[in-house]
C-alpha cells in the first residue's frame, strides 16, 4: 500500500482545490478520544456470514457492486448488502463463477428486489461477468482461493485484484503522475478482516497498511471537522449538489486528500494519545457519522470508485 500512501502525499502536497488543515487534525483528534470503534462486522445483520469459503464469494462480489448509490435516493449500501445476502441464503449457487458471468440487469435487480434500473447498472453488470471469468479462469471459480494465495497479506491480496480485474484497478492520473486509490479492492480485506474477525480467512499480518476508503461520505465528514478545506469554487459545486466529473482534478484532490489527512490523523493518535489505531476503524467511525448526518453536503460523482 506505499504506492497509496505516496502518491495521495504527491496530490496533497500539489492540490488546487483541496486544503488539508493542520489545525483542523489536531483539532479533530483532540475531540476523538474514546470515540474510535473497535472494527465490529454485522453479519448477524444485514451481511450473509457462514465462517467459511461462500462468506468470501458474497463478500467479493458484494464489494465488486459496492459504488455510487447516490442517484437513487432510497438505494443504500445495506440494500445491496442485504439484498445479496437473501439471494444467497435462498440460492447457495448464485454467486458461483459461471453464473456470475451470465448475469443481466434485470435478474441483478429481481435478485436485490429493486424497483428500478440501478445506478451504473450496465457497469455493475460488466464487473460481474469480470468477476466470474476471472475467478473461474485463475482461481478455481472461488474468490477464497484467490485471498488463500496471498498468504495472509492484505497489501498482497489488493495488489493481486488490481492484477486481475480490471475493474478494481482504481488509478488516476493527476498532473501528470499515475495515483493509486484503490477503495474497493482495500475494502474486500477491510471486511475479510472484519468478517472473519482477524482469523482464517480475515487473517492478515499487514491490516494497518491499509488506508481508508475515500467515497462521496467520507471527504464531506472530514470537510465538517475542519481537516479537508475547499477552495470557493468547488465549495460552490459541492454546495449546489452539482457532478463532480470523474476523474477531474477535483474528484481525485478529495479522494487523495481524504486519504493522506486520515494517515496524518492516524500517525497523530499515536503520538498524542499513545493509541495504535487502523486507518479502516478511523474510516468506520467518519462514514458513520456521516450516515447520521444525511444533510450534510456529500460530494457526487458517477464513478465505479467513489
Not at 474477525?197 to 491499509?210: A, L, M, P, R
Amino acid at each position: 500500500m506505499d504506492q497509496v500512501k505516496a502518491t495521495t502525499a504527491f496530490v496533497a502536497n500539489s492540490s488546487s482545490h483541496v486544503v488539508v488543515d493542520s489545525a483542523g487534525i489536531e483539532k479533530a483528534v483532540e475531540n476523538i478520544q474514546g470515540k474510535i470503534p473497535k472494527i465490529e462486522w454485522d453479519f448477524e445483520g444485514i451481511h450473509y456470514f457462514d465462517n467459511g469459503p461462500l462468506t468470501v464469494q458474497y463478500l467479493f462480489v458484494l464489494d465488486t457492486l459496492n459504488f455510487c448509490f447516490w442517484p437513487d435516493k432510497k438505494l443504500s449500501y445495506d440494500d445491496l448488502a442485504s439484498g445479496l445476502k437473501e439471494a444467497l441464503e435462498n440460492d447457495k449457487s448464485v454467486f458461483d463463477a459461471d453464473h456470475l458471468q451470465k448475469f443481466t440487469g434485470l435478474q441483478l435487480r429481481n435478485l436485490l428486489k429493486w424497483p428500478r434500473p440501478l445506478p451504473l447498472e450496465d457497469e455493475r453488470i460488466r464487473l460481474l461477468h469480470e468477476v466470474g471469468f476471472e475467478l473461474e479462469r485463475s482461481f478455481g471459480g472461488k474468490a477464497s482461493n484467490l485471498v488463500q494465495s496471498c498468504g495472509r497479506s492484505a497489501a498482497k491480496l489488493v495488489a493481486t485484484i488490481a492484477s486481475h480485474f480490471p475493474g478494481f484497478r482504481d488509478h488516476s492520473v493527476y498532473k501528470g503522475h499515475q495515483i493509486f486509490l484503490y477503495k474497493r479492492a482495500q475494502i474486500f480485506a477491510a471486511d475479510l478482516y472484519g468478517a472473519f474477525k482477524g482469523q482464517g480467512y480475515g487473517e492478515f499480518n499487514d491490516i494497518s497498511s491499509i488506508t481508508i476508503f475515500a467515497d462521496y461520505i467520507v471527504p464531506a465528514m472530514l470537510w465538517k471537522l475542519g481537516v479537508l478545506k475547499y477552495s470557493s469554487a468547488l465549495a460552490s459545486i459541492i454546495e449546489s449538489n452539482k457532478e463532480i466529473a470523474s476523474g477531474s482534478e477535483e474528484e481525485v484532490e478529495l479522494r487523495a486528500c481524504s486519504i493522506y489527512a486520515v494517515e496524518k490523523m492516524r500517525d497523530l493518535i499515536s503520538v498524542k494519545l499513545g493509541k495504535q489505531v487502523l486507518s479502516v476503524e478511523l474510516d468506520l467511525w467518519l462514514w458513520a457519522y456521516g450516515v447520521q448526518n444525511p444533510s450534510l453536503p456529500h460530494h457526487r460523482t458517477l464513478s465505479i470508485y467513489y
